[in-house]
T-cell receptor, first 112, second 117 residues
Framework: GENVEQHPSTLSVQEGDSAVIKCTYS??????FPWYKQELGKRPQLIID?????GEKKDQRIAVTLNKTAKHFSLHITETQPEDSAVYFCAARVQGAQKLVFGQGTRLTINP | DGGITQSPKYLFRKEGQNVTLSCEQN?????MYWYRQDPGQGLRLIYYSQIVNDFQKGDIAEGYSVSREKKESFPLTVTSAQKNPTAFYLC????????????????FGQGTRLTVV
């Protein structure tokens, strides 16, 4: 079955700097890669996603890149702000399968 | 907030007891999921259901049971066979891939924190 590895487990950056979180997946048949943000005490919420036919997608300060050959995808947050502090999860879905497989999560802390 | 509701928010269980966590959604989603969240281990899939009266085991189904008698509801029972049940449990729902293709955002409930006392 699909396996998703996420790194790093914790990340601390200065406010205004960029943050990058990386995930690798095992099943080359995966075709959908969402990223979820979970603020302290709240539910995970989708922040951006990408399909396997696209190499990069941007939404304001966040972007996701996908390298199908290497089977990895990354979340990029630029000009980080204190409200970006949260746990971020990557996930992958194998084509034709219903379930999402999540990575282990990254706790991002933005230092003022 | 709305759409998918979990109850209770906090639950305490004595060892040896079964407990049931509630999950209700009004998003008209066919698919529903239960995940367990432990520190450093991400979200691990317990069970999921793509349609009423049908469900499949996830990666860590041992010690858990579910039912899907109604489209809106997907309760999870943590049985006494689950040796380490203390965790944060998240329910989610989404459009079925048979209707929405591969792009099916999962919407999460606010979670239930279960503690064994």
């Amino acid at each position: 079955g699909e396996n998703v590895e996420q790194h790093p487990s914790t990340l601390s950056v200065q406010e205004g700097d960029s943050a990058v979180i990386k995930c690798t997946y095992s099943d080359s048949a995966s075709n959908y890669f969402p990223w979820y943000k979970q603020e302290l005490g709240k539910r995970p919420q989708l922040i951006i996603d990408i399909r396997s036919n696209v190499g990069e997608k941007k939404d304001q300060r966040i972007a996701v890149t996908l390298n199908k050959t290497a089977k990895h995808f990354s979340l990029h947050i630029t000009e980080t702000q204190p409200e970006d502090s949260a746990v971020y999860f990557c996930a992958a879905r194998v084509q034709g399968a219903q379930k999402l497989v999540f990575g282990q999560g990254t706790r991002l802390t933005i230092n003022p | 907030d709305g759409g998918i509701t979990q109850s209770p928010k906090y639950l305490f269980r004595k060892e040896g007891q079964n407990v049931t966590l509630s999950c209700e959604q009004n998003l008209n989603h066919d698919a529903m999921y239960w995940y367990r969240q432990d520190p450093g281990q991400g979200l691990r899939l317990i069970y999921y259901s793509q349609i009423v009266n049908d469900f499949q085991k996830g990666d860590i189904a041992e010690g858990y049971s579910v039912s899907r008698e109604k489209k809106e509801s997907f309760p999870l029972t943590v049985t006494s066979a689950q040796k380490n049940p203390t965790a944060f449990y998240l329910c989610a729902s989404s459009i079925s891939i048979s209707k929405g293709g591969s792009i099916t955002e999962a919407f999460f409930g606010q979670g239930t924190r279960l503690t064994v006392v």
